[in-house]
């Protein structure tokens, strides 16, 4: 029996001897089991229970739901790449659909929301893909529960469970290929099909945690308030001692809490205070909350808590994004795109937008678009669009623009003195234009001009 229980308990790196108990915790394949529990074979009758991987406390709490709530808030959408380089936005394709529309009784933020908080509390995330008439997937389904099972030949099939609509819709008692299935995991160190949650890394620090706090709990509520010690300098028996206690906890606990006890014997009551280590305690917790912060890859101050807050809204998003946040829409992402079929990045993905975490930045988000502009990435309907704006009336807003001295780097190289700008070419004269040479024809008609000008002259004196 007792080499039986140690295979059942001992994990599989485990190398105590044969038969010898090694105290816990234990890692079962639903949760923890704490060492008191471990070392009773019954230990569910005895009133023991697993404690899941996600289930501990508010920092817990608080990671799982920055994760999932985010993750609701970011739209997808199905992307393709075109010729030119650019990408397009598709429409009408089953992936588009779902992500508007996964099932008649959810929305893509609801859905979302379940399946990354499913993901960060127990490692994995499971959904079912429906077919239509046409070979496409017309609705997903989210499911609490799967497992994987390799056939013979390596064919990967899953039997799922928990999601009391879609099992009244459908058959789920038979195996479903892994092409039918939505399958989101993250570390899988004990078998590939398998993940784990972060969580499992600060299972000490959650235990020292819990146990601090209970130990506080009871402390605080221990039935005996106020909290005070007894002392005297008499030599007192067990049978006095058992009496005095007895007689102050009648005073002190259930209907008779705050009464005054009568001290006898020479007793002096000392009220019991916090010392320096109850301080530490505080500390100690802090600690604990940030090593689960840590593991989870969240800034503190997405928590609301820390240090020395970022510059903006958009550096501490754009840190999150660069660590923990961006590599959970990534890896969602990725696993519709498997589900789907997709060519993959940059052919063709999805993409869960997170633009949309910036609604709240109005002035960060104003003077990315107005940059935008001014640099000539964005056209002013563009950036109009990106707002929800009418496109500039004309058409006068379609193309990019930039300043005019912007120019290539090439120009200054290549730059040349502009180029002479030749005379406008003339006609030859025409013979009946061309004067004559004649000096008697000259000097006659500078003498009519002078006889002008003094016919002029005399009738203007008269």
């Known amino acids: 029996m007792a080499n039986w229980l140690t295979r059942i308990f001992r994990p599989s790196t485990a190398r105590a001897a044969e038969g010898e108990y090694r105290p816990g915790p234990y890692a079962l394949s639903d949760g923890w089991l704490s060492s008191t529990a471990g070392r009773y074979w019954n230990w569910w009758q005895m009133g023991y229970s697993l404690n899941p991987y996600g289930e501990s406390g508010a920092m817990v709490e608080a990671c799982v739901s920055a994760y999932s709530q985010t993750a609701a808030m970011c739209p997808g959408d199905h992307w393709r790449r075109l010729a030119n380089g650019g990408r397009e936005r598709v429409s009408g394709s089953a992936l588009s659909r779902i992500m508007k529309k996964p099932n008649d009784y959810q929305s893509i933020s609801d859905l979302m929301l379940n399946l990354t908080r499913r993901l960060y509390e127990k490692g994995e995330a499971f959904g079912v893909g429906i077919r239509n008439n046409r070979g496409e997937f017309g609705e997903v389904h989210l499911m609490r529960d799967g497992r994987p099972i390799i056939a013979e030949d390596g064919s990967i099939f899953y039997a799922l469970s928990g999601n009391e609509v879609a099992e009244r819709r459908f058959d789920f008692s038979a195996p479903i290929p892994a092409r039918d299935v939505l399958h989101v995991r993250l570390h899988t160190p004990r078998h590939p099909l398998k993940g784990e949650s972060p969580i499992v890394a600060t299972v000490l620090e959650r235990a020292m945690a819990g146990a601090a706090l209970n130990q506080q709990v009871a402390f ?48 002096k009551a000392k009220a019991v205070t916090m010392s320096a280590n109850d301080g530490q305690l505080a500390e100690m917790l802090k600690i604990a909350d940030q090593n689960i912060a840590l593991a989870y890859r969240i800034p503190l101050q997405i928590l609301g808590i820390g240090g020395t807050p970022f510059a903006s809204t958009e550096a501490l998003m754009s840190s999150w994004k660069a660590s923990g946040l961006g590599f959970c829409l990534n890896h969602i992402e990725e696993a519709f795109g ?58 006068h807003g379609a193309m990019p623009r930039v300043q005019q001295q912007v120019v290539p780097l090439s120009y200054g190289t290549a730059m040349q003195p502009p180029a002479a700008t030749p005379a406008p070419a003339t006609e030859e004269p025409r013979e009946e234009d061309v004067e004559d040479d004649d000096p008697s024809r000259a000097f006659d008609d500078f003498s009519r001009q002078i006889d002008d000008l003094t016919e002029r002259h005399a009738k203007s004196v008269h």
Not at 231 to 247: C, S
Not at 349 to 378: C, H, P, Q, W
């Open 220 to 267: 605080y509520i221990n039935q005996a308030r106020p909290s005070f010690m007894l002392e005297t300098d008499q030599q007192l028996t067990k049978e006095q001692t058992d009496q005095l206690r007895q007689r102050w906890n009648e005073q002190t606990q259930g209907e008779n809490a705050g009464g005054t006890p009568i001290l006898a014997w020479g007793l």
């Open 338 to 395: 498997l589900l789907f079929g997709l060519k993959g990045f940059p052919d063709e993905y999805l993409e869960l937008d997170t633009n949309a975490l910036m609604r709240s930045a109005f002035k960060d988000r104003i003077e990315g678009l107005a940059r935008g502009v001014i640099s000539g990435i964005y056209s002013p309907d563009e950036a109009r669009s990106a707002e929800d704006l009418p496109q500039v009336i004309g058409g």
